[in-house]
C-alpha cells in the first residue's frame, strides 16, 4: 500500500486518512512499498531471540546479500523482522511467504530458499 493510496482507500471505506495509516503502519503483512516475489519474515522475539536469532539472521542477510527492508537485485527475495510466528517451539523460525519453518539452522538456507525460484 503506497503512500499515494491512503487517501483513495479512506474515501472508499468512508473513514479518515490516519486511520487508513494506522491499520496500515501496524499490520506487518501490509506492505508499504513493493516487495520481491517473496518475502521472508524473521522472528525476533523471545524464544527465538534466544535460541539463534542472531545467527539465523546474519546469515540470511549474508547469503541474500541484503539487510531488513531490502529486497535482492532480482527481486526474488525481500528480507523483513517479524514479531511471534507462533511457532516458538520450533525456534529460531521464519516464515517464506505462507510457509512456517523452525528450528532453522544457517546451515538450511540454501536448501530452504532454493525452493523459492
Ligand atoms: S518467538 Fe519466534 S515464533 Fe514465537
Known sequence: MPDGAIGAIAKVLGIGPASV????????????????????LVC??????????????QALASHLGIDYGQTTEDGR???????????CDGAPALMIDDDTYGPVSPDDLPGLLEGYP
Do not use: M
Open 21 to 40: 495509516e494506522g491499520v496500515a503502519t501496524f499490520y506487518s503483512l501490509i506492505f508499504r512499498q513493493p516487495v520481491g516475489r517473496h518475502v521472508v
Open 44 to 57: 525476533d522475539s523471545s524464544s527465538c531471540f534466544l535460541s539463534g536469532f542472531d545467527e539465523l539472521k
Open 77 to 87: 527475495f525481500t528480507l523483513l523482522p517479524v514479531c511471534c510466528l507462533g511457532a
